[in-house]
């Protein structure tokens, strides 16, 4: 796959994953599961993307004596999202496309 397509479903993935409540790094992971095989490195990558690009905010709690990071999505996060379903009736339709070429051989 594309290495930028794959980067960019990936953060809408990262932020679906906390849309609905705040959550932390091993959680996300263990979220994303069913649907993708992401490293921690790789979602570290991903989250420090997103905070820079104000589509996330970080904060720090104590968790069991340690400090965990928790990870909300922000108003430009939800926006990106909806604007991640509206690319993705592009993606779409041209997948269609190939694949009814396909049928034509």
């Not at 932020?15 to 994303?32: F, Q, V």
């Not at 926006?79 to 269609?96: A, G, L, M, N």
Request: hydrophobic share 35%; net charge neutral; aromatic share 8%.
């Amino acid at each position: 796959m594309d290495i930028q397509l794959k980067r960019g479903l990936l953060d809408v993935c990262v932020l679906a994953a906390i849309k609905n409540e705040d959550s932390y790094g091993y959680k996300i992971i263990k979220d994303l599961k069913p649907v993708t095989d992401l490293s921690e490195s790789t979602l570290y990558t991903i989250l420090k993307r997103l905070e820079s690009a104000g589509m996330l905010t970080v904060r720090s709690a104590e968790h069991d004596g340690r400090l965990r990071k928790y990870y909300r999505i922000t108003e430009r996060g939800i926006e990106r999202i909806e604007e991640f379903k509206v690319e993705w009736k592009e993606v779409i339709s041209i997948y269609q496309f190939v694949m009814m070429e396909d049928k034509h051989e």
